[in-house]
Nanobody
Framework: QVQLVESGGGLVQAGGSLSPSCTVS????????MGWFRQAPGKEREFVAS????????WYADSVKRRFTISRDNAKNTVYLQMNSLKPEDAAVYFC????????????????WGQGTQVTVSS
């Protein structure tokens, strides 16, 4: 059974940075494309970023382009999300997810999800 565990969320001031990570176990990490999604209170889960299985292709939501960077280390079974210039509207629970098919930005394409890590941005 594939398990995903996020860490590295926290509280940061607007303009600051955080770098949550997600470690995968129980599956062949290098065969999964990985994604980050977020969900704020009262809102739907939304796509943030995704990276292909080999790391050569990435996709970003327009709202985070040029501020967030997704990367992966297949030797460590870990995917990262470097978040810079954080804004109060970036505050949410951030989830990582794994897929082996489908489209990068569609939550329905992802079969396995982590439990989420809270990101809070103070203004």
């Amino acid at each position: 059974q594939v398990q995903l565990v996020e860490s590295g969320g926290g509280l940061v001031q607007a303009g600051g940075s955080l770098s949550p990570s997600c470690t995968v176990s129980g599956g062949t990490f290098s065969t999964y494309a990985m994604g980050w999604f977020r969900q704020a209170p009262g809102k739907e889960r939304e796509f943030v970023a995704s990276i292909s299985w080999g790391g050569s292709a990435t996709w970003y939501a327009d709202s985070v382009k040029r501020r967030f960077t997704i990367s992966r280390d297949n030797a460590k079974n870990t995917v990262y999300l470097q978040m810079n210039s954080l804004k109060p509207e970036d505050a949410a629970v951030y989830f990582c997810a794994a897929r082996d098919r489908g489209t990068a930005w569609s939550p329905e394409s992802y079969d396995n999800w982590g439990q989420g890590t809270q990101v809070t941005v103070s203004s």
